[in-house]
């Protein structure tokens, strides 16, 4: 489930509170300069543009097989990130023999269309990462919090850690959310608490015998060099694994799955907790 939803409340609210791609007082983040005692930035004034130790250590676990998605998220919390700005036309004039002239250039944030059709905004971890993926982009240093409100500002659904690079990392939409909010965020194939909602929206229907809630097929990862890693897929995130009744076809599967996903949608809650989902029948002999 992927449709478009309204801002929650409180991410409203923390929007708001931000001043979305402007600062508090509503001074512009693009085409700040980093420098200086007056810029709210100064905080990255002896930034070498090297990736946060925390992150680093965090995605080398999760690639080794000793660490998960939560202890990335956890890191980037706290870590500073580039964002991408780019010149883009704003306005022409009409130069000497009618050739076309740049009369205004303004800065825009770079955004990414994911292989699904959501938006997506990548951020990097150091300055070299983000020079080799655009080398005409300039880094704007900010914290990923930050970073993950102007992704919610943007309509982004994803973020998109080090696009290019040899561990490329997609925190998707309930992570971008919880970092916005600083909090902490559960991945939802690990939130017990789903399989109450799941139980609810299954509730009368007697064709199905058991349920099970697991990682889904898309959360895992590629590398550049091709090692698969069990974290920072795009999605499918949660599996939702049903056991129905032996004699069921294929039409009356389909429509068993329309209606739980149908109710799940309308849970405020479970959306909320839960970007995408993939459900799997396997038969079963009625109990």
Same mark, same amino acid.
């Given at each position: 489930? /992927?449709?478009?939803?309204?801002?929650?409340?409180?991410?409203?609210?923390?929007?708001?509170?931000?001043?979305?791609?402007?600062?508090?007082?509503?001074?512009?983040?693009?085409?700040?300069?980093?420098?200086?005692?007056?810029?709210?930035?100064h905080n990255f004034d002896a930034d070498? #543009? $090297?990736?946060?130790?925390?992150?680093?250590?965090?995605?080398?676990?999760?690639?080794?097989? @000793?660490?998960?998605?939560?202890?990335?998220?956890?890191?980037?919390?706290?870590?500073?990130? !580039?964002?991408?700005?780019?010149?883009?036309?704003?306005?022409?004039? %009409?130069?000497?023999?009618?050739?076309?002239?740049?009369? +205004?250039?303004?800065?825009?944030?770079?955004?990414?269309?994911?292989?699904?059709?959501?938006?997506?905004?990548?951020?990097?971890?150091? $300055?070299?990462?983000?020079?080799?993926?655009?080398?005409?982009?300039?880094?704007?240093?900010?914290?990923?919090?930050?970073?993950?409100?102007?992704?919610?500002?943007?309509?982004?659904d994803l973020l998109v850690v080090d696009?290019?690079?040899?561990? /490329?990392?997609?925190?998707? @939409?309930?992570?971008?959310?919880?970092?916005?909010? +600083? =909090?902490?965020?559960?991945?939802?194939?690990?939130?017990?608490?789903?399989?109450? !909602?799941?139980?609810?929206?299954?509730?009368? %229907?007697?064709?199905?015998?058991?349920?099970? &809630?697991?990682?889904?097929?898309?959360?895992?990862?590629? /590398?550049?060099?091709? +090692?698969?890693?069990?974290?920072? #897929?795009?999605?499918?995130?949660?599996?939702?694994?049903?056991?129905? =009744?032996?004699?069921?076809? +294929?039409?009356? &599967?389909? %429509?068993? *799955?329309? =209606?739980?996903?149908?109710?799940? *949608?309308?849970?405020?809650?479970?959306?909320?907790?839960?970007?995408?989902?993939?459900?799997?029948? /396997?038969?079963?002999?009625?109990?």
């Amino acid at each position: 489930m /992927t449709e478009k939803r309204d801002l929650p409340a409180h991410i409203a609210a923390a929007l708001a509170g931000a001043g979305g791609p402007a600062d508090s007082a509503g001074q512009p983040w693009s085409g700040r300069d980093l420098s200086g005692p007056g810029n709210p930035l100064h905080n990255f004034d002896a930034d070498d #543009g $090297s990736a946060d130790a925390g992150y680093v250590a965090a995605i080398s676990a999760l690639a080794a097989g @000793r660490g998960g998605e939560a202890g990335v998220l956890h890191s980037l919390a706290s870590a500073r990130v !580039f964002v991408p700005i780019v010149a883009q036309l704003g306005e022409e004039a %009409e130069g000497a023999h009618g050739v076309k002239a740049d009369k +205004q250039a303004d800065m825009a944030l770079v955004t990414l269309k994911a292989p699904d059709g959501r938006r997506a905004l990548p951020v990097f971890t150091s $300055s070299a990462a983000l020079e080799a993926w655009h080398a005409d982009a300039r880094p704007v240093a900010v914290y990923a919090a930050r970073a993950a409100l102007s992704a919610v500002a943007e309509k982004a659904d994803l973020l998109v850690v080090d696009p290019g690079a040899e561990i /490329t990392f997609v925190v998707r @939409r309930p992570g971008v959310w919880a970092l916005a909010q +600083q =909090r902490e965020w559960t991945p939802s194939y690990e939130d017990a608490s789903l399989a109450d !909602f799941v139980a609810e929206a299954a509730d009368g %229907e007697t064709d199905i015998v058991r349920i099970a &809630l697991a990682p889904g097929s898309g959360i895992a990862a590629r /590398t550049a060099a091709g +090692q698969v890693i069990a974290g920072g #897929g795009a999605g499918p995130e949660l599996c939702l694994m049903l056991a129905v =009744r032996d004699g069921l076809d +294929q039409a009356q &599967l389909q %429509e068993l *799955a329309k =209606r739980l996903q149908s109710r799940l *949608a309308v849970s405020k809650d479970f959306a909320e907790r839960v970007d995408s989902l993939e459900i799997r029948f /396997t038969r079963s002999a009625a109990e």
